[in-house]
């Protein structure tokens, strides 16, 4: 991958990204760390609008899915949306540190998992791994 100066973050292209995230602080904390890439960001505080949003928007690059939200967990979203497409980029998102990140990954249809807190250089590089 290109990067636009040395010692910076891999460039990744502009992505329409959905965040599913109820925390208002943290969708201004992952609003300011997809800045650089997000061509569109999209925000949903329930599994129910992400499902919605994605149904309105099924152009979405990634999906950032916190797993603990109101009226529908993560989980649940996922496989709804997943019922409407099998290849987009979902994302896991949580603060409660599973025993192995491949408990959230395997059999959820998630890609990969994303723990809370984190940096933006490491959320950058794993969103890089992907585009």
Request: proline residues 4%; aromatic residues 8%; hydrophobic residues 45%.
């Amino acid at each position: 991958m290109e990067t636009d100066n040395p010692g910076s973050a891999p460039a990744i292209k502009k992505l329409k990204i959905l965040l599913a995230e109820d925390d208002k602080i943290n969708q201004k904390l992952f609003s300011y760390m997809l800045n650089d890439i997000a061509d569109e960001l999209l925000i949903a505080s329930t599994g129910v609008e992400a499902i919605n949003l994605y149904e309105e928007h099924s152009d979405i690059d990634l999906i950032l899915m916190d797993l603990k939200m109101p009226e529908m967990d993560g989980f649940e979203a996922v496989k709804n949306i997943r019922k409407l497409d099998k290849v987009v980029k979902i994302f896991a998102l949580s603060a409660f540190a599973p025993e192995t990140q491949s408990e959230i990954v395997n059999g959820n249809d998630f890609n990969d998992y994303v723990s809370k807190p984190i940096r933006k250089a490491d959320l950058l590089k794993i969103i890089g791994e992907y585009f």
